[in-house]
């Protein structure tokens, strides 16, 4: 059974920095890109960014480029958003996934996704 567990979501002011992690257990991830995606309310549900297991290859939303960075623990099996200079517009469910290895940015891409943790950035 896969699993996808989220943590590390919160409240911060804008400016400020948060870390998720994503624990991922049940299969190999070897041949897979773990992504991290976010919907606000009343919005479809976005692409932020993403890794591939074996080579580390990143990819980035434009919109996060230069404040977030994706990376891995292969031995944790674990993934992590390292999220800093945050706005009030990063505000969301932020969700881990895993799918790919192409067409990163495409959600339908994805096969498994945990249950999402909610990032509120206040003004």
């Known amino acids: 059974q896969v699993q996808l567990v989220e943590s590390g979501g919160g409240l911060v002011q804008e400016g400020g920095s948060l870390r998720l992690s994503c624990a991922a257990s049940?299969?190999?991830?070897?041949?897979?890109?773990m992504g991290w995606f976010r919907q606000a309310p009343g919005k479809e549900r976005e692409f932020v960014a993403a890794?591939?297991?074996?080579?580390?290859?990143?990819y980035y939303a434009d919109s996060v480029k230069g404040r977030f960075t994706i990376s891995r623990d292969n031995a944790k099996n674990t993934v992590y958003l390292q999220m800093n200079s945050l706005k009030p517009e990063d505000t969301a469910v932020y969700y881990c996934?895993?799918?790919?290895?192409?067409?990163?940015?495409?959600?339908?891409?994805?096969?498994?996704w945990g249950q999402g943790t909610q990032v509120t950035v206040s003004s």
């Open positions: 996934a895993a799918g790919g290895p192409y067409s990163l940015r495409d959600t339908g891409k994805y096969d498994y």
């Open positions: 049940g299969r190999t991830f070897s041949n897979y890109a």
């Open positions: 890794i591939t297991w074996s080579t580390g290859n990143t």
